[in-house]
């Protein structure tokens, strides 16, 4: 089993009511998991948020703090509710109303990964996901609900900034001939999960680094941003994605040559938007 449910790291000073969170980057696969998959260890990767904890890492150096998953997403998906148990790899999972992510395999534990392809030869049993959900889901948003609490009180309200990759085709839909291909997402559910204003400076924070951002196509959000989306009681969650072919070999799943140059161009995101409703702080050192 992974080895850790979540990674936390707190600033030294919290400055802000802002919460960076990354949900889809775990990357530990023990064997144990791996040996009961029908895929090889690279093809398990493919539905994973590779190295967005790494571009984001940097949060707590602008008073922010920085949480991140331990289990990787094709061993549970901490984006799905904890009752999105799909029958058709749940041995004794009741079936669920009408829900889309289920029914294509997208459960809160995967039956497929990126393209559709199976994860396992067989079904699991309803203990194995309840086991799962215990030890790595609910340890994650006990622990994420925790930030935004503390946060809520020092500052008044709080900000979750879910952070996000998405692979470089998803964007073919609303790609435009003759113009700028969007590079970021941001979804805020169609304005429900956050205010204009929280989601309008962090939309301007990736605009001055130069990106191209849409939202709410073709993502808007899904279970994080729905349920901790609250801006009534000023607890706001907004969804970022980014295209992945910006820093990586999307193949590969590794790194491109301009890995470190778009990571220092995130540094400057991240710094812009930890000053949101928060105390100025200075520009930590490279």
Known sequence: MPKFAFHLTRPERPATPVVFASPHSGRDYPWSFLRRTVLDEHVIRTSEDAYVDRLFEC???????????????????????ADELDPALIEGARKPGHNPRVTSGLGVIPRVVAGGRSIYRGKLSLSEAEMRIEKYWRPYHGQLQQLLTEAHDRFGEAILVDCHSMPHEALDPIARSGARRPEVVIGDRFGASASAAVVD????????????????APFAGAYITQHYGRPSRRQHAVQIEIDRSIYMNEHAIRPNANFQAFRKVLRGVVSEIATIGGQDMPMAAE
Not at 59 to 81: E, K, M, T, V, Y
Not at 201 to 216: K, S
């Open 59 to 81: 949060a707590p150096q602008f008073g922010a703090a920085f949480l991140r998953a331990g289990a990787p997403r094709a061993f549970i998906d901490l984006n799905r509710s």
């Open 201 to 216: 400076r962090i939309e301007t924070a990736f605009l001055n680094a130069g990106l191209c951002v849409v939202r709410n």
